[in-house]
């Protein structure tokens, strides 16, 4: 069942399964929701599964299914190379093929911090835990971020590790399995709990917090001459309220789509405790300006100009979901993004949101599309078949909708082909058992008139025996 209401440019939606079997991962927050388009499924990854105690960590993995929208929990498997992967939170997932996820760090409980990776396999539903080379690793570590830059590479960044703020970039490459720890030149921001995308050959973080307190820059670093820049967010003031100026950005969402950031929800860090800050329900979506996405350029061809971003939708204060932070959002299709989860002050969220995309936004994902190279997040346009009808707009929510409508009449046709089928089937068997039933009865009669005729065989036998007897003793006397 699905609520739908306008917020701007954005039309929100609350998904509710009124399948009570269904084993939803109820409420967590601190966990990554990751779809994978070429199978239509979406999986949620750990968690904290109360906004009281941090050690209430899960790990559970469970799949939503973007055909139909019903939730599963996933039984993994052991991999060859190792076993499963432990519970956590504050770690990060990303996609590195169609079916594949690379899960890094995060907060464990019992070992608080983890710098292992681990890899999980949607087709096997498997975990596997690759022997990882390189003389420098990345030390365990929560809150930090992790950006597919290529093929096989992500960028590993910041963080927390339980005594500093982390201001380091390694990059763990995904078909030797190696680190590299990546040596920068300028100003390194100390965060954890940001955000991280890539445009061009360059890497833009934003929001989170470090020693000094909240990030209210963007800092951008060229992965070309590996030289840091900052440069104020567009829209913000130094004021910690929560006016529309999104000061809100320690663990809020943030999501690449085409020449576009959707950013939703956020804290502020004016108290350590979690129960002590303003939390957000703004959503927003800025453009990103600047050139074409491409390969990272040498020196010799490279410009050193990060690329800008103005806003161009939002931001919305979106009345119907509940300020948070630290859920996670991911784009279910080219027309709409799914959010699940999250905290406010008091409680933890186990809800999912449907958040439709503005048209321009869809139409800029087609058109750039043609034109940028889509190797940072591969697979971002979902077949219309493999996803659910309220992840659709416009002609292709009908089309889906016609598509389902006639598949269920083939069902319907198939099952009552099938039905006749077996019915027939049914009366043939009985048929031949009836001629079965019938070839018996006549069986038995014959074997019946078989044994009359070998009784009279055996009379007329005895009364042929005792006609020679007689003849025989009559002519002795003789």
């Not at 104020?232 to 999501?255: N, P």
């Not at 309220?390 to 292709?396: E, I, R």
Request: charged content about 25%; aromatic content about 8%; proline content about 3%.
């Amino acid at each position: 069942m699905v609520l739908e209401t306008l917020f701007s440019d954005f039309k929100v939606s609350a998904h509710v399964d009124e399948n009570e079997a269904s084993p939803s991962p109820g409420p967590r927050w601190a966990h990554t929701f990751s779809a994978l388009h070429e199978i239509g499924e979406a999986y949620l990854i750990g968690g904290v599964t109360s906004a009281k105690d941090l050690s209430a960590l899960d790990e559970s993995v469970y799949c939503l299914n973007l055909r139909t929208l019903k939730w599963e929990e996933v039984e993994t498997e052991k991999g060859t190379e190792c076993g499963v992967c432990s519970r956590r939170a504050f770690h990060t997932t990303t996609q590195v093929s169609d079916y594949e996820l690379v899960v890094f760090g995060g907060w464990t409980g019992i070992k608080e911090r983890d710098n292992a990776v681990y890899v999980f396999n949607a087709l096997k539903r498997e975990w596997t835990f690759p022997q990882i080379s390189g003389r420098t690793r990345p030390e365990p570590r929560q809150g930090h971020s992790a950006t597919k830059i290529n093929a096989a590479d992500i960028a590993v960044y910041g963080g927390w590790s339980g005594e500093s703020f982390c201001d380091s970039l390694y990059i763990l490459d995904t078909c030797a399995w190696s680190w590299t720890k990546v040596e920068t030149f300028g100003i390194s921001p100390q965060l954890a709990d940001h955000t991280c995308y890539m445009k061009e050959w360059w890497l833009h973080f934003s929001g989170g917090f470090g020693a000094d307190g909240e990030n209210a820059m963007t800092h951008s670093l060229d992965l070309v001459t590996k030289e840091w820049s900052e440069q104020a967010e567009s829209g913000r003031t130094a004021l910690l309220d929560f006016s529309l100026d999104r000061i809100a950005e320690v663990g809020q969402s943030e999501l690449r789509i085409g020449p576009y950031l959707v950013r939703f929800g956020g804290c502020d860090v004016s108290s350590g405790l979690y129960e002590d800050r303003n939390y957000s329900n703004v959503l927003e979506a800025r453009q990103i300006r600047g050139g074409e996405d491409a390969k990272i350029p040498s020196k010799a061809t490279h410009h050193n100009r990060a690329s800008s971003s103005d806003v161009n939708y939002g931001p919305v204060q979106v009345d119907l979901i509940s300020p948070r932070a630290y859920h996670s959002c991911t784009q279910a299709s080219k027309f709409c993004v799914l959010a699940y989860g999250g905290r406010d002050k008091a409680q933890a969220f186990g809800d999912l949101w449907i958040i439709m995309l503005p048209e321009k936004i869809v139409l800029d994902q087609q058109a750039g599309s043609k034109t940028e190279s889509r190797s940072v997040e591969p697979n971002e346009v979902v077949l219309h078949s493999r996803v659910h009808p309220s992840l659709l707009q416009g002609t292709a929510r009908e089309e889906r909708l016609i598509e389902r409508h006639v598949a269920r009449s083939q069902i319907t046709d198939l099952v009552s082909d099938l039905r006749n089928s077996v019915a027939d089937k049914d009366t043939n068997l009985k048929l031949e058992r009836m001629n079965h039933r019938n070839k018996i009865e006549w069986l038995k009669e014959q074997i019946e008139s078989v044994q009359t005729d070998l009784q009279k065989l055996h009379s007329y036998k005895e009364s042929l025996d005792q006609v020679q007897q007689l003849e025989s003793g009559e002519g002795n006397e003789e």
